[in-house]
């Protein structure tokens, strides 16, 4: 569907739309995108020890900058961009299921930060979730 895919004006306004991740240090939303796409097909993969715990929650914390950088861009262009998002969201949501014991709660040990629905599900098998039950 015409107009609906990230073109390349749509990138290029991308590439200069950042967020601070740590002191002294911005991503794009490219970037986030792109960390947030790889971990997801990383768990899709279920290959043993290639993730944990800590990988995990690191990624959340993407998604979570994926998020503030959406708040930041024009509406049209916003629109574009969390539907690119919400594709790999449904990615993440397949693998996943309601984290109802709080592991991710647990291993993260931050729980200001955990309000948005990533922070809530763990991967149904395999190595992370392995991982968040030895955590927790």
Same mark, same amino acid.
């Given at each position: 569907?015409?107009? #609906?895919?990230?073109? *390349?004006a749509d990138l290029a306004h @991308?590439? =200069?739309?950042? $967020?601070?991740?740590?002191?002294?240090?911005? @991503?794009?939303?490219?970037?986030? @995108?792109?960390?947030? %796409?790889?971990?997801?097909? +990383?768990?899709?993969?279920?290959?043993?020890? $290639?993730?944990?715990?800590?990988?995990?929650?690191?990624?959340?914390?993407?998604?979570?900058?994926?998020?503030?950088?959406?708040?930041?861009?024009?509406?049209? @262009?916003?629109? %574009?961009?969390?539907? +690119?998002? =919400?594709?790999?969201? *449904?990615?993440?949501?397949?693998? +996943? #299921?309601?984290?109802?014991d709080g592991l991710v709660e647990?291993?993260?040990?931050?729980?200001?930060?955990?309000?948005?629905?990533?922070?809530?599900?763990?991967?149904?098998?395999?190595?992370?979730?392995?991982?968040?039950?030895?955590?927790?």
């Open positions: 569907m015409s107009g #609906e895919r990230l073109d *390349d @991308l590439a =200069a739309v950042t $967020v601070a991740v740590a002191p002294g240090r911005a @991503l794009d939303a490219i970037a986030l @995108l792109g960390a947030w %796409r790889a971990h997801v097909a +990383t768990c899709e993969g279920d290959r043993p020890g $290639v993730r944990g715990a800590r990988d995990h929650i690191a990624a959340l914390c993407f998604r979570d900058w994926i998020a503030q950088v959406s708040a930041l861009l024009p509406a049209d @262009l916003r629109g %574009r961009y969390d539907r +690119t998002v =919400a594709v790999i969201d *449904d990615r993440f949501k397949a693998l +996943t #299921e309601p984290d109802v647990r291993a993260a040990d931050f729980p200001d930060s955990m309000h948005d629905w990533w922070w809530f599900r763990i991967p149904r098998t395999g190595p992370v979730r392995d991982d968040l039950r030895h955590h927790g």
